[in-house]
């Protein structure tokens, strides 16, 4: 199973890669503790109003700190833990089970020649972006 497993990876790099998919994983405990600190740190020197104002800051703070840190979608499927990356590609396995390829070259371009495997693949991996690591997808640069 391991070349299996790196031909899928691959080939998920590639139409990742050719979609120019970025994603962004969404850290709102860090956003939320940044929050939190600036209400507290409000309220200590400031009492109730300060810790209206604390807040206020401490939220555009951590909305600040969480937006914007896209990453490209390959390097996030080469990043991830070995069990994570078998999970992803059990998921495309069944898509492509019944496809008969030898390398990564091979399975790419049978995926990428049909539109209907095309878009199942890329489904399947946008949906184990969006369900398992809780991040967003963008396109394009």
Same mark, same amino acid.
């Given at each position: 199973?391991?070349?299996?497993?790196?031909?899928?990876?691959?080939?998920?790099?590639?139409?990742?890669?050719?979609?120019?998919?970025?994603?962004?994983?969404?850290?709102?405990?860090? /956003? @939320?503790?940044?929050?939190?600190a *600036? =209400?507290?740190?409000?309220?200590?020197?400031?009492g %109730?109003?300060?810790?209206? #104002?604390? /807040? @206020?800051?401490?939220?555009l703070? *951590? =909305?600040?700190?969480?937006?914007?840190?896209?990453? %490209?979608?390959?390097?996030? #499927?080469?990043?991830?833990?070995?069990?994570?990356?078998?999970?992803?590609?059990?998921?495309?396995?069944?898509?492509?089970?019944?496809?008969?390829?030898?390398?990564?070259?091979?399975?790419?371009?049978?995926?990428?020649?049909?539109?209907?495997?095309?878009?199942?693949?890329?489904?399947?991996?946008?949906?184990?972006?969006?369900q398992?690591?809780?991040?967003?997808?963008?396109?394009?640069?």
């Open positions: 199973m391991p070349v299996q497993l790196d031909n899928i990876l691959c080939l998920l790099c590639h139409m990742s890669e050719h979609q120019k998919m970025k994603a962004a994983v969404k850290h709102s405990a860090r /956003g @939320a503790l940044v929050a939190g *600036g =209400a507290f740190v409000g309220g200590l020197v400031g %109730p109003p300060g810790i209206a #104002i604390g /807040g @206020a800051v401490g939220g703070m *951590g =909305a600040w700190m969480t937006s914007g840190q896209f990453k %490209p979608v390959p390097q996030i #499927i080469m990043e991830l833990p070995p069990v994570q990356q078998q999970k992803l590609c059990d998921s495309v396995y069944e898509i492509v089970r019944n496809l008969d390829w030898t390398d990564a070259s091979q399975l790419i371009m049978l995926v990428m020649g049909s539109a209907t495997l095309k878009q199942k693949v890329a489904a399947a991996l946008i949906n184990y972006i969006n398992e690591l809780r991040a967003e997808i963008q396109y394009g640069d």
